[in-house]
Nanobody
Framework: VQFVESGGGMVQPGGSLNVSCEGR????????MSWVRQAPGKGPEWVSG????????YYSESVKGRFTISRDNKKSMLYLEMNNLKPEDTALYYC????????????RGQGTQVTVSS
């Protein structure tokens, strides 16, 4: 099982970024998926989850209304669209199997860095 995250970068507060994750080595379409982030000196924080058929999507209170999760099972890809970014969104963003705070651990990818700063 492997995840390859990409698309991070630096943006000013209020800006937008899209991050992506490719799942490899397993049948992606069979698993609920999540985005998880980890800020320096803190533990992993669940951000958003999605069911296998995209029928249900879940968000933490801190990102609800600003972030949108989606997936493409044919491409084994997971996406996170992030709008109205805030400095507290700065973190390494990872994808993981599972659709809620009980996501699979340990985190397997290298993560993609999102930095929100003026």
């Amino acid at each position: 099982v492997q995840f390859v995250e990409s698309g991070g970068g630096m943006v000013q507060p209020g800006g937008s970024l899209n991050v992506s994750c490719e799942g490899r080595g397993f049948v992606f379409a069979r698993y609920e998926m999540s985005w998880v982030r980890q800020a320096p000196g803190k533990g992993p924080e669940w951000v958003s989850g999605i069911r296998t058929d995209s029928g249900r999507k879940y968000y933490s209170e801190s990102v609800k209304g600003r972030f949108t999760i989606s997936r493409d099972n044919k491409k084994s890809m997971l996406y996170l669209e992030m709008n109205n970014l805030k400095p507290e969104d700065t973190a390494l963003y990872y994808c993981a199997r599972g659709s809620d705070s009980n996501f699979e651990k340990p985190l397997r990818g290298q993560g993609t860095q999102v930095t929100v700063s003026s």
